[in-house]
């Protein structure tokens, strides 16, 4: 049930609503509301701050600079003092425009106020007050539990969507996330002391651009129901599509990128529409003005476009369409109007738009006019083969057209001009016509009417079937002999036709499915279900026997009604086909078809080889890596020790006791470190084993942080720890977790310049508690954050004696084996921060102040 608005009393004019629309706090909306609010008084406006919230932003606080603020209410609810909209000063004061911040805040209980302030805002609007308020996407009831999975926040301050549709004006404040973060680190929207907090948990980028998402389709929704009322006020008819699957026909001409542009737009009227672009190549191979240039730019223009190409062969090409059009569950078909003129449409019958429109069904149909409408060729194409009406006139022309010409000849006029010669050779005229029609069965139906007629009418004597000049049969029989030549010549010069049409088709399909082969775009099923397509079958699979153990390319009935057909496909696999019976020509095709799909199985096996051999090549990469780095990071402790124990048991030197004090230092520090290069190494070999022992339980960061920094070297920078005291316990292994923090300060040290400090701080957001190990050193370039976690890898580090570069990886290494994630990003200012995520030890605890975060309105 939606919430009733209240009516002005006596019909007086009810206020304007307009909404400024955010994805997330921090873009802006409330800037842009004053700085609207700013203009309007310019031009001579009475407007009124009624409530704003600025949030210790100081660019906001300054655009209150010359507006009339009104005095908050004062109110108190179980002891503690707050400030809330004053809503009878304002309606008191009764200003033209109101400016009244965050819509979706929940009153403070008592005193009768309403609980909402959406509420106390509609009570302005039935008083007559203009007001421009501000929410985020986050605060709308429908989107309430998509924003709670996308940022494990809870919201408990919503506002019924009908509310917000309702507003005349809604402007959405749109702002890229990598912007909003930059806001963020320049402390423009939180105090410094939340900024790590916030850009690790609700503002991640991920979050922020599902955020940005949801408030341009909501907004796109809106602007729809605005543009559908309108129609509706005016009386423009039609209906708008819900989420469409739109097919558009290509015949390879230069209508196609119109065609192609127009389908996208109607799949575009729906979130998730689909768009398919479909070229039917006829089973006999003939097509008319078919462009295969313009075709494969076509295709690139569809895919550009997020949608798939398709090629299928179809005896008849609206049939085709439309089934495949059912096939894939299409709602819509996009064709061009035809090319052809109006004499071609009037000699040749319906056309492939007209044919389709009346066996679509429920499927809609749209013919797209374009700049090439009419202007094809005046006569059909030679190449054309005989359809249906063709094929029946053409018989019945080879009897009615010499009929007729019989009859134009015994007109007294006509006869009186014309002699044997001149009537035959209009009977050989006829005879041509006839086969062009018809093909060669008609003509010698005209020819041997038109023989016959001569013989009747025109050779004497006349009116009978009988010869007395010789010579008259002379040009009879060769009138007969030239009639059945020339309809010969004509048949033959059409089947050759046809014959180079269907190569050049044969040719244009294996070069389209070539293509798909050589971009490595699609999988053997993708390939299986492109022939499927293609040849109109109902199944296509790959087998490494063919049915029945029937012989190679064998054809034989198969399951449920149909022909299988079977072809090589590479070493040991067949390509069977389940469907319809296959012509000589068509599994010609097939064949090279199944040698393409025999390829890619090959490629894809060779694929997987190379992918085995991978894993052995790094192995091999590592274990040249780990032979350079003991040849001189393992050798360099062991000679220092080595050095100071064998000076310690010479007997030719005197040393003083200080210098024995140093040399055992010196051989305890070299054999420390020594250990430390061990252990980082047996470590690292165990996880790649996948033999490290964990004993996971409740650990506090306090209780591994002073053992991690006392293993730091006495000369590392200080190390600054803060907001450790209300961080849940985690669960780690607390000898693991150690290694981990003590090798990413480390780390940090290693880069920290001279006199600067390494921050060490803490936050708990969703379950997990992330620490951060901040430096202000150089940072990493991002094409280099891969490599960073790679064994025996020193990025910028010369100094060799920094040690094997295992510190990084072993640190991941050890953070995922305790299902926790370590992770690097710049430090704001310059620098890297490598945030160290891990499981909370009880997940049922709920860090303080996360909905404070994830709740804020500010704009």
Same mark, same amino acid.
Request: aromatic letters at 4%; a negative charge.
């Given at each position: ?58 660019? @906001? ?84 539990? &998509?924003?709670?999975?996308? @940022? ?10 009908? &509310? ?21 680190? +320049? ?90 672009? /479909?070229? /039917? ?19 690139? !223009? ?7 190409? +398709? ?33 071609? #449409? ?78 035959? !050779?209009? $009977? ?70 046809? #014959? ?34 293609? $040849? ?22 198969? +399951?449920?009604?149909?022909? &299988? @057909? ?58 040249? %890596? ?5 040849? +001189? ?9 080595? %050095?100071? &124990? ?6 030719? /030197? ?27 190494? =047996? ?60 090798? !990413? ?12 400090? /390494? ?32 064994? $025996?890898?020193? =990025? ?35 620098? =890297? ?27």
């Amino acid at each position: 049930m939606s919430p009733e608005l209240e009516t002005p009393p006596g019909g007086g004019r009810r206020g304007r609503l307009k909404v400024y629309l955010g994805a997330a706090p921090g873009v802006g909306k409330t800037y842009r509301m004053l700085d609207e609010a700013r203009r309007r008084v310019a031009r001579g406006a009475d407007v009124v701050v009624g409530l704003v919230e600025c949030h210790g932003r100081r660019g @906001t606080e300054a655009m209150l600079g010359g507006l009339e603020i009104l005095p908050r209410a004062r109110c108190s609810y179980r002891g503690g003092a707050f400030t809330e909209l004053d809503l009878d000063g304002l309606l008191a004061r009764r200003p033209q425009i109101a400016l009244v911040d965050e819509f979706a805040h929940s009153n403070v209980p008592g005193d009768g106020r309403n609980p909402k302030r959406w509420q106390d805002i509609d009570r302005l609007l039935t008083a007559g007050i203009d007001v421009v308020t501000t929410i985020n996407i986050q605060h709308l009831e429908s989107l309430n539990d &998509v924003v709670e999975k996308i @940022t494990s926040v809870p919201q408990h301050e919503t506002v019924p969507d009908e &509310v917000v549709r309702r507003a005349d004006q809604i402007e959405l404040v749109d702002m890229p996330p990598e912007a909003l973060r930059r806001r963020m680190a +320049h402390g423009d929207v939180y105090a410094p002391e939340k900024i790590d907090a916030a850009l690790a948990s609700y503002f991640r980028p991920g979050n922020l651009t599902a955020l940005r998402q949801l408030a341009l389709l909501w907004v796109a929704d809106r602007v729809d129901e605005a543009l559908q009322s309108y129609r509706s006020e005016h009386g423009i008819g039609g209906v708008w599509e819900t989420r469409e699957r739109v097919v558009v026909a290509l015949t390879g001409g230069p209508e196609g990128d119109t065609l192609i542009r127009r389908a996208a737009r109607i799949a575009d009227r729906s979130a998730g529409g689909d768009l398919l672009a /479909v070229h /039917v190549t006829r089973s006999d191979g003939l097509a008319t003005g078919t462009s295969h240039a313009l075709l494969a730019r076509q295709r690139r !223009l569809v895919e550009d476009l997020g949608g798939s190409y +398709h090629s299928v062969v179809g005896d008849s090409v609206p049939t085709a369409l439309v089934e495949f059009a059912r096939a894939e569950n299409a709602t819509q078909l996009v064709l061009g109007t035809s090319r052809r003129r109006r004499l071609e #449409r009037f000699l040749t019958g319906r056309g492939t738009g007209d044919t389709v429109v009346g066996i679509s069904g429920d499927i809609d149909v749209h013919i797209v006019s374009h700049e090439r409408a009419g202007h094809g060729t005046l006569l059909p194409s030679r190449r054309r083969t005989l359809s249906g009406p063709r094929r029946v006139g053409g018989p019945v022309a080879g009897l009615l057209l010499p009929l007729a010409l019989t009859g134009l000849l015994q007109l007294d006029t006509v006869r009186a001009h014309l002699n044997l010669t001149s009537e035959s !050779l209009l $009977f050989l005229l006829a005879v041509v016509g006839v086969a062009c029609i018809g093909g060669v069965v008609s003509a010698v139906i005209a020819s041997v009417t038109a023989s016959l007629l001569l013989n009747y009418w025109f050779v004497a004597p006349r009116g009978q079937f009988t010869l007395a000049d010789p010579n008259a049969l002379v040009a009879l029989t060769v009138f007969a002999v030239v009639a059945a030549t020339v309809a010969a010549v004509v048949d033959r010069s059409l089947r050759l036709s046809r #014959r180079s049409a269907r190569a050049t088709a044969e040719a244009e399909t294996m070069s389209s499915l070539a293509g798909t082969i050589v971009r490595g775009g699609q999988t053997i099923p993708a390939l299986l279900e492109r022939t499927r397509e293609t $040849f109109g079958v109902a199944s296509a699979e790959l087998v490494e026997e063919p049915p029945d153990h029937s012989q190679e390319g064998a054809e034989h009935p198969g +399951h449920g009604g149909g022909e &299988v @057909t079977a072809v090589p496909a590479g070493t040991g696999r067949y390509l069977v086909l389940r469907g319809s019976a296959l012509g000589s020509s068509e599994r010609r095709v097939l064949a090279a078809f199944a040698a393409h799909v025999g390829a890619a199985v090959e490629r894809a096996r060779l694929a997987e080889a190379a992918a085995e051999v991978e894993p052995v090549k790094a192995a091999d990469r590592m274990r040249t %890596a780990l032979l350079r780095a003991v040849g +001189h990071d393992l050798r360099t402790p062991l000679a220092s020790g080595w %050095a100071a &124990v064998t000076s310690l048991r010479s007997r030719d /030197v005197e040393f003083s006791p200080e210098d024995q004090d140093e040399l055992l230092a010196t051989a305890d520090e070299s054999m420390a470190r020594l250990n430390r290069l061990v252990e980082n190494l =047996l470590d690292l070999s165990r996880l790649q084993a996948g033999a490290l022992t964990l004993n996971l339980r409740a650990t506090a960061l306090e209780e591994v942080l002073p053992p991690a920094l006392d293993s730091l070297p006495g000369d590392a920078p200080g190390v600054v720890v803060r907001d450790m005291e209300e961080i849940p316990d985690v669960l780690a292994d607390p000898p693991l977790l150690e290694r981990v923090i003590a090798n !990413l300060i480390g780390n940090a040290a290693r880069y920290t310049p001279a006199g600067g400090r /390494v921050l060490v701080t803490a936050s708990a957001l969703a379950g997990r508690v992330e620490l951060r190990v901040v430096d202000r050193g150089p940072g990493l370039p991002a094409g280099d954050r891969d490599r960073l976690f790679e064994p $025996f890898q020193r =990025l910028g580090d010369t100094d060799n004696s920094a040690g094997l570069g295992l510190g990084l990886a072993l640190a991941r290494g050890l953070a995922e084996a305790m299902d926790g994630t370590l992770a690097p990003e710049d430090t704001p200012g310059g620098g =890297l921060t490598m945030v160290l995520s891990l499981p909370f030890a009880d997940r049922t605890f709920r860090p303080p102040g996360v909905r404070q975060l994830g709740g804020a309105q500010g704009g």
